[in-house]
C-alpha cells in the first residue's frame, strides 16, 4: 500500500525544489551568449548577459506575436525619461515563437535600431533565454529589470496591469538612486579622555 505513494510524494518534492537555472529575483541570471547561429544584436556582433551591469536596464524578452502586449508599460517607462547614463534597455526578440519570415522580422528590428539607438536590440533565435532563465516560450512579452549590479529587481511573463508598470518604475527609481556613502570607522584608543589631555 505504502509504494504507491512513493512516486506522487517524489513529484511533490521535486516540484517544491526551485530549478538551478531559473532566473530569480536578487540573483543574477545564468548567463546566456547570443552569438552566430543562436541571435545576437541586429548589427550581427553578438550579445551576452553578461553584458547587464553598470547601469539599471529594463529587458523585455518579446515573441512578435505578443509585441502589443505591453505598450502601456512602454510608453509609461518612455515618459519617465530616466537618465541615460544611468538607465538601458534591451529588447531581445524571441525569433523562434512566430511564423512571421525571419526577413521580415530583422528587417523591422533594424529600422527600429535605426529609430532607437539607445537601445539594445537583440535576436534569440532558439529560445536560449526562455530555456535558461524559465520564460515562456511563445504568446508571451516578459518584462525584467535588473540593478547596476546585474541583479534581478523585476519580473513579469505576460500583460503588466498599470499596477504593475507603476512597481516597476518605483523599483527603476529606486534603483537609480546613489548608493548611500558608508560612514568610515571610528578609530577606537585605549587611552581616557584625560590621558589624551595629558592630564594624569
Partial sequence: MKSRWIIPAILVILAAIPSANAVELGQVPPTVQLSGEKGGRVDGTPWSSTEIKGKVYTLMYVDPDAKNMNIPTEKGLKAQNFPKDLYGSIAIINMEATWKPNIIIN??????QKDYPDTIYAR???FYISKAWKLKKN???????FDRDGKLIFLKDGKLSPADTQDLIGIIRKALEPAPEETPPVEQSDETPMEKDGIN
Fill in 107 to 112: 528587417k523591422i528590428l533594424k529600422g527600429k
Fill in 124 to 126: 534569440d533565435m532558439d
Fill in 139 to 145: 504568446g508571451s512579452y516578459a518584462v525584467l529589470c
